[in-house]
């Protein structure tokens, strides 16, 4: 069965300082991994996927993740932290075997202080 | 480019009363369609899934039902709404039926029963 864990209700940054909010994930076979990132009262919205290829994944507004295999995880990470970064990010895996086992993680709320 | 809307973005409704939400497609063909339901701003719930027009598939047992009767149209229902009802509803589709295709999400439906 899939999971995926983002193991710190919250995370709490400055302005200008690197953050990285984690993820690790299970499931059988080669992973589809996704981040999306939630505004309050809007939807989701989708941040960047790991398919195959380069571990280090670019998606917008400046973030990147980063896939290990080893460790079974995919954290985002973003060099600078902008106070406009603060929101509910999820993290969420998915098999080959149907696009509608899409799991999501229970989510990390990003605060960053000016 | 490709646009979801949903609808009503609020909504209050007695226990008891019926329930009819809305979200259409613009600008893609056969998307994959999904209902979702979130609680207390965090985790999320897939309540039902489609692939095609009539084609429903319910993840988890409610009071809850969905239909598709065009190929970019979703609705979500209820005879009759209880008060564990309550939640920020969210449409989305994806482009293809496997597992690598992003979701793309509605801004959501929130829904008060009292």
């Known amino acids: 069965a899939q999971s995926v864990a983002q193991p710190e209700d919250q995370v709490n940054v400055a302005e200008g300082n690197p953050l990285t909010v984690k993820c690790t994930y299970s499931v059988s076979g080669n992973p589809y991994l996704f981040w999306y990132v939630q505004y309050p009262n809007r939807g989701l919205q989708f941040l960047l996927k790991y398919i195959t290829g380069d571990n280090l994944v670019k998606g917008s507004y400046g973030f990147e993740a980063e896939f290990n295999k080893s460790q079974t995880s995919f954290h985002l990470k973003k060099p600078s932290a902008l106070v406009s970064d603060s929101a509910l990010y999820f993290c969420a895996v998915s098999g080959y075997s149907s696009a509608s086992k899409i799991i999501f993680g229970s989510g990390t709320r990003l605060s960053i202080r000016p | 480019s490709q646009t979801i809307h949903q609808w009503p973005a609020t909504l209050v409704q007695p226990v008891g009363s019926p329930l009819s939400l809305e979200c259409t497609v613009e600008?893609?063909?056969?998307?994959?369609l999904y209902w979702y339901r979130q609680a207390a701003g965090r985790g999320l719930q897939l309540l039902f899934y489609s692939v095609g027009i009539g084609q429903i598939s319910s993840e988890v047992p409610q009071n809850l039902s969905a239909s598709r009767p065009q190929d970019r149209q979703f609705i979500l229902s209820s005879k009759k709404l209880l008060l564990s009802d309550s939640g920020f509803y969210l449409c989305?589709?994806?482009?293809?039926?496997?597992?690598?295709?992003?979701?793309?999400f509605g801004n959501g439906t929130r829904l008060t029963v009292t």
């Open positions: 989305a589709w994806s482009a293809t039926g496997n597992g690598y295709s992003p979701l793309h």
């Open positions: 600008g893609t063909s056969n998307p994959n």
